[in-house]
């Protein structure tokens, strides 16, 4: 069974930075591309960053593309996000996504099979 555990969250003051984690295990991931989501209150969960496990390609929203790093760690099972150059309206819970590759990333959240219990990151002025 699938198991990704988000951590790293906390409180930045803005223009800090946060580097987020997902844990990931239960199966091989090499197939898989690892998705960062994020939800702000009261608005809807919207895609922040992928990354192909197998190959190390990525894509960002443009909301967060040079503020944001994507990566992962092979031998740890574990995706990380840099988050740099912290704004206010990066404040959210953060949320971890798995999917098995296709041709395509997917920005879609239906298109994601598991996900973890979220981390919040709060930017205070």
């Known amino acids: 069974q699938v198991q990704l555990v988000e951590s790293g969250g906390g409180l930045v003051q803005a223009g800090g930075s946060l580097r987020l984690s997902c844990e990931a295990s239960?199966?091989?991931?090499?197939?898989?591309?690892m998705a960062w989501f994020r939800q702000a209150p009261g608005k809807e969960r919207e895609f922040v960053a992928v990354?192909?496990?197998?190959?190390?390609?990525?894509y960002y929203a443009d909301s967060v593309k040079g503020r944001f790093t994507i990566s992962r760690d092979n031998a740890k099972n574990t995706v990380y996000l840099q988050m740099n150059s912290l704004k206010l309206e990066d404040t959210a819970v953060y949320y971890c996504?798995?999917?098995?590759?296709?041709?395509?990333?997917?920005?879609?959240?239906?298109?994601?099979?598991?996900w973890g219990q979220g981390t919040q990151v709060t930017v205070s002025s």
């Open positions: 990354i192909r496990w197998s190959s190390g390609d990525t």
């Open positions: 996504a798995a999917r098995v590759s296709r041709m395509l990333f997917s920005t879609q959240i239906s298109a994601y099979d598991h």
């Open positions: 239960g199966r091989t991931f090499s197939s898989y591309d």
